[in-house]
């Protein structure tokens, strides 16, 4: 800038990957302004000149030099403060709920392979019951050999109501008649041993995280007022403002909308006249 003597600078790019990022928080801790291209709109325009699709990086800088010239641009949203801490946390909040989701499924997996009827006494293996006998770590035919009031005495550390002698007696019931596997059971118990920790681990993450992310958004001036409508939970908030960020920046609601995805418009051609449809 100092050498061509420019003071008036944009810089333009394509926000493929998370490669721009850095640049792009960078240019703006120097005031510099920067903006983004939409790849879709480079892809296209690089026949204009030459009448070739090839691709090279001289090539594609000039196509976006000559986008952001026409004023063919958007403004990134480049959140801080808290709300990059929001950000941040809902990506990792994602990150949690996938590797849980993944866990359930391995669970499942386990159970139609060793214990298929188990869930025919226990509807949801995470309750809080289903989850204590599991712990147990023990196979059909020996959940089958241990004494009811043994069974109950456990289900009774975590779940005082919610389980009575009948389930118990119920579970022994499908345990002694069970057609799970037989073999390799030492492993098994391992396995199960391994998924149910991780499950725990993750559990307590995930209510970690979602706590220290709503006492994040609560210093958010509206947050509040947005979390006592009804039907709308705080992780809902965290993520409105993990995405838009500061809603001062924004001079009118449909800018919010049109960041949803939500790009109204409508169809027409020639002497038909469509309506309104989302785009």
Known sequence: M?????????VGMEPTGHYWLNFAYFLQSHDIRCVTVNPMHVKRSKE???????????????????????????IPILPEGVYAELREGMKLHD??????????????????????????????????????????????????KIPSERLLWEVKKVANRAVGMKRIEQLKEVAKASIGLQTGTQMAKEELRYLLEKYEYLTHRLNELEKQLSEMVQ?????????????????????????????????????????????????????????????
Request: aromatic share 6%; charged share 25%; with cysteine.
């Open 48 to 74: 204009l000149d030459d009448n070739s699709p090839t691709k090279n990086d001289v090539k594609d800088a000039k196509v976006i030099a000559q986008l952001v010239k026409d004023g063919r641009y958007s």
């Open 219 to 279: 210093t958010i001036p509206g947050a509040k007022e947005m979390c006592e409508i009804k039907g709308i939970g705080e992780m809902t908030v965290v993520g409105f403002f993990a995405e838009v960020g500061d809603i001062n920046q924004y001079h009118h609601p449909r800018q919010i909308i049109k960041l949803a995805g939500l790009n109204l418009k409508k169809n027409e051609s020639g002497q038909h006249r469509g309506k309104t449809i989302t785009h």
């Open 95 to 144: 990150m949690v709920m996938q590797d849980l989701h993944a866990l359930q499924a391995q669970v499942h997996n386990w159970l139609d392979r060793y214990f298929p009827e188990f869930l025919t006494v226990f509807k949801d293996w995470t309750g809080k019951a289903a989850l204590q006998i599991l712990k147990m770590g023990c196979l059909p035919k020996e959940i089958a």
């Open 2 to 10: 100092n050498q061509h003597e420019k003071r008036d600078v944009i």
